[in-house]
C-alpha cells in the first residue's frame, strides 16, 4: 500500500488491533449474556464445546470463562452435574460481590476509615429518610429488637458488631431500594465499622442512644428527623473511629 493511499483521511480503511483469541471468546460470551442469549441460571455449553465453536483450544476457553467469573458474570460449578453457569443477580448475590472486591480492597490498605464513613453518608442518610417513608411493620420489629439487644449488653460482649450490623443492613432494606440495601450491606458486611471505634462505656452508651433517635424518627414516619438522626450517629462514629 503507498504512502499516499495509507496517509489519505478519506480511506475507507482503517487499521484495528488484532485482540488475542481469549478476549473474542470472553467477549462474544459477555454480549450473549447481556444480550440475554444465555438468561441467569443458564449453563453454558462444555468447554469442549465452545472450543470447537470458535475454533481455539480448550485452555484458551477456559481463561476467557475465568475472566467471566472474576467479573461476577458466572460461576463455576464442579462434578458431573456441574458447568459454567450465569449468576442470578439477586440484592443478595450483588451485596456479597460488592463486600468480596471491598475486603479485598481494605485487605490491600487501599481504603481507610474516613472514606469508609464519607460512603457510609452517601448511604446511609438517604436510606434513613426513606425507610421513614418505606419500612413495614416487620422492619419495625427487627429494629426494635436489635436495639433492645443493644441496651440490654455490655461493651465486652462479642455480637456487638453483628448488632449493628443488623440495625443498619435493616434500615437499608427498609429503604424499599434493593439496590441501595445491597450497597449498605456490602460496607458494612465486609468492615464491620463498629470495629474502628474506640468503645468505652461512654461511646457504647452514646452510639445505642443514637441507634434510639433514629428508630424513633422511623417508626414515627419523619423523614427530615431520620435523616438527621443517621447523619449526627456517623459524625459520631466518625470522630471516635480509630484507623485499622
Known sequence: MSEAIRDDVDSPFRARQVTRPRDQVEQQLREAIFSGKFAQGDKLPAETELAQLFGVSRPTVREALGALVTAGLIRKIPGVAGGSFVNTVTPDSLSQMLSESMDN????????????????????????????????????????????????????????????????????????????????????????????????????????????????????????????????????????????
Open 105 to 244: 480492597i481494605l485487605k490491600l490498605g487501599a481504603l481507610d476509615v474516613l472514606e469508609l464513613t464519607e460512603l457510609r453518608r452517601v448511604l446511609e442518610i438517604p436510606a434513613a429518610r426513606m425507610a421513614a417513608a418505606n419500612r413495614t411493620d416487620e422492619h419495625l420489629q427487627r429494629l426494635s429488637g436489635i436495639v433492645d439487644r443493644q441496651r440490654t449488653t455490655t461493651i465486652t460482649d462479642p455480637d456487638i458488631p453483628n448488632y449493628d450490623l443488623a440495625f443498619h443492613t435493616t434500615i437499608g432494606q427498609a429503604s424499599g431500594n434493593r439496590l441501595l440495601a445491597a450497597f449498605i450491606a456490602a460496607v458494612h458486611g465486609s468492615t464491620h465499622p463498629v470495629q474502628y471505634l474506640r468503645v468505652t462505656k461512654e461511646v457504647a452508651q452514646k452510639t445505642v442512644r443514637q441507634h434510639m433517635s433514629i428508630l424513633s424518627a422511623i417508626q414515627k414516619g419523619e423523614a427530615d428527623k431520620a435523616g438527621e438522626a443517621m447523619e449526627t450517629h456517623l459524625n459520631y462514629v466518625l470522630r471516635y473511629s480509630a484507623a485499622p
